[in-house]
């Protein structure tokens, strides 16, 4: 049984920042791909940040420059650095992981429960 579990959001102003947190547990052998996505109401879940098990990066057009995402593979954990939020990023944001269970199989996609973000004066 894996789990991703979200942390960090709230209510910041325009420019403010914020850092979420995502970590994984349970009978994990390996994690792969770890990301972030974003859903506002009414709007489907969007991409936000990708990082490969090497490190490797990538962001959505509209957050480059602002937000940066890392991990730690030690603690299972990715993260995402939020800097000069605007009103338009408010949203729940998820995390998501791909994770092979056992040595033999698969992996698959978890996700977190959200957390919400709201950029507002």
């Known amino acids: 049984q894996v789990q991703l579990v979200e942390s960090g959001g709230g209510l910041v102003q325009p420019g403010g920042s914020l850092r979420l947190s995502c970590a994984a547990s349970?009978?994990?052998?390996?994690?792969?791909?770890m990301g972030w996505y974003c859903q506002a109401p009414g709007k489907q879940r969007e991409l936000v940040a990708l990082?490969?098990?090497?490190?490797?990066?990538a962001y959505a057009d509209s957050v480059k420059g602002r937000f940066t995402i890392s991990r730690d593979n030690a603690k299972n954990t990715v993260y995402l650095q939020m800097n000069g939020l605007k009103p338009e990023d408010t949203a729940v944001y998820y995390c998501?992981?791909?994770?092979?269970?056992?040595?033999?199989?698969?992996?698959?996609?978890?996700w977190g429960q959200g957390t919400q973000v709201t950029v507002s004066s």
């Open positions: 349970g009978s994990i052998f390996n994690i792969y791909t």
């Open positions: 998501s992981a791909d994770i092979r269970a056992v040595q033999v199989g698969p992996p698959k996609k978890y």
């Open positions: 990082i490969s098990e090497g490190g490797n990066t």
